[in-house]
């Protein structure tokens, strides 16, 4: 293959790339095809050669967001999840949220005019739960929790529903340090402990015990 047909196919990444770094920087619908293109240092018309408007740019980077969410780690195979398996779970997918937190903090907007967005999203809180309710019913198959299906079916619903706003929370509470590295590491970790948190009181033996190591850790480490 050419340097010359190559050349198209980095320009594409480059353009994910910035549009990505844009979007979450600064929201979504204060970033226009100009702007990226003025950012890129090339023409909108070299823009519209690989997109054909904005809304293509954020499909692009959806799909991406979906296959990384897809391949994110689950329910172990070849042996009952572990405590430690939901707190890594969760990290990973607070890590991932925060890698495309634009599509969480401007969700009502893309939902309200995005058709890929609105349907794709929902079939990411389903899988979300439903990872969320295999961790949740291997626990309690290894006497580690004890929880009704039902119980079971709520709480893997709140989790889900804690970590998708968690982000959100934090952005209220503290707006102009959302894009701090240290404090949004921190806002990460608190999620994961909130989320977490949920878990406790279906908690029995030592997988209880476990858990308070693990948040006084926590405490710890955000001192």
Request: charged share 25%.
């Amino acid at each position: 293959m050419t340097t010359q047909q190559k050349a198209p196919r980095r320009t594409r990444e480059r353009i994910l790339e910035l549009s990505l770094r844009l979007f979450n920087e600064f929201g979504e619908p204060n970033i226009t095809t100009t702007v990226i293109a003025d950012e890129m240092g090339i023409s909108p018309g070299n823009l519209y050669y690989h997109f054909r408007n904005k809304d293509d740019i954020v499909n692009s980077i959806f799909v991406q967001f979906e296959s990384e969410m897809s391949h994110m780690l689950g329910v172990p195979d070849a042996r009952q999840p572990n405590i430690e398996d939901v707190w890594r779970y969760l990290h990973l997918m607070f890590e991932l949220v925060w890698r495309y937190r634009f599509f969480y903090r401007d969700m009502s907007d893309l939902l309200s005019r995005n058709r890929k967005v609105e349907l794709d999203f929902k079939l990411i809180l389903a899988h979300k739960i439903g990872v969320a309710r295999q961790l949740c019913d291997g626990l309690r198959s290894g006497q580690a929790l004890q929880a009704s299906d039902l119980e079971i079916d709520a709480l893997a619903t709140n989790m889900v529903v804690v970590a998708t706003y968690w982000l959100s929370y934090e952005y209220v509470l503290n707006p102009r340090k959302y894009t701090e590295k240290q404090a949004m590491a921190d806002a990460l970790a608190r999620g994961c402990y909130q989320v977490l948190s949920l878990i406790r009181p279906y908690l029995r033996g030592d997988t209880l015990l476990r858990f308070e190591q693990l948040a006084d850790n926590y405490q710890a480490k955000l001192g």
